[in-house]
């Protein structure tokens, strides 16, 4: 698959010696894209869905979240013990695994931005698109989507609720990103060429510690944009020839050298 240029390539860089993985990126995206919480649906009866416990929300083959945060180790013991929490959205990748398998072109790379689309309509729930993605940052959704009572009056009207036996994934807050643009068109402003800020993701926004920074890495004006040139900048599994378009950043060498599934104890990368 040939790789696509954008004149706009939307993208993040995280610094990960600033996270300290309270999972507040993980509510926001939740909450901002309609993310059910992971309760077990009986199709023939709704009400015990919603009320019967979650019995299900720690079986990691079938939670749904969008943004999920990984805890990193040293691999040493104390006092030399050190920790370290990876954020990981979709890495928009633009050279993407996805896009080629999937049979009926549910996901796609032609928006300008760069941003990996989602179509749901036209997803069959092949889950093609799961096992090529090396970063795991797409979910099957195993349940009808459900909120308890009260819940789903604060749903978004922005952002389509997907039915049961579709894949989903972060698309950078893509509603979000339709509403910057419609802002710039009222404003007489070019919506192709937005200020630094002007379209945000939640995850970054709402991120306590600013670990998380969003913009047009293209663009010289905004901040990503010599963030992803810094010489403690890498991206995840870079070898894969992937080019993904979420940046990651630290001081701590080991952490770069986890980045790209280094493993000292056998004898360097995999």
Request: glycine letters at 8%; proline letters at 7%; charged letters at 25%.
């Amino acid at each position: 698959m040939q790789m696509k240029e954008f004149k706009i390539k939307w993208g993040m860089v995280i610094d990960i010696d600033k996270c300290t993985g309270c999972g507040a990126c993980m509510v926001g995206c939740q909450v901002e894209n309609n993310i059910a919480p992971m309760t077990k649906s009986d199709p023939y009866n709704y009400v015990q869905a919603l009320t019967k416990p979650r019995d299900d929300a720690s079986n990691k083959l079938r939670t749904l979240t969008w943004m999920n945060v990984y805890e990193l180790s040293n691999g040493k013991a104390f006092p030399e013990h050190e920790t370290a929490y990876l954020p990981r959205p979709c890495m928009q990748c633009g050279n993407p695994a996805c896009v080629p398998v999937c049979p009926v072109v549910a996901t796609d790379k032609n928006e300008e931005g760069g941003i990996v689309s989602q179509i749901y309509p036209r997803c069959i729930g092949c889950r093609y698109c799961m096992a090529a993605c090396p970063y795991h940052a797409r979910y099957f959704n195993w349940w009808d989507p459900l909120w308890p009572e009260g819940m789903d009056k604060g749903l978004s009207p922005s952002v389509s609720v997907r039915p049961r036996g579709v894949v989903e994934k972060c698309n950078f807050c893509h509603s979000r990103y339709l509403d910057a643009k419609n802002k710039a068109r009222l404003d007489g402003e070019d919506p192709m060429n937005l200020a630094d800020g002007a379209y945000n993701t939640a995850c970054a926004e709402i991120c306590p510690t600013k670990a998380i920074t969003f913009g047009d890495l293209n663009n010289p004006e905004h901040a990503v944009h010599e963030l992803a040139k810094s010489p403690n900048a890498f991206r995840l599994l870079e070898k894969l020839g992937l080019h993904p378009q979420v940046y990651y950043m630290s001081e701590r060498e080991w952490v770069r050298k986890q980045g790209d599934n280094y493993n000292a104890d056998a004898g360097g990368h995999h």
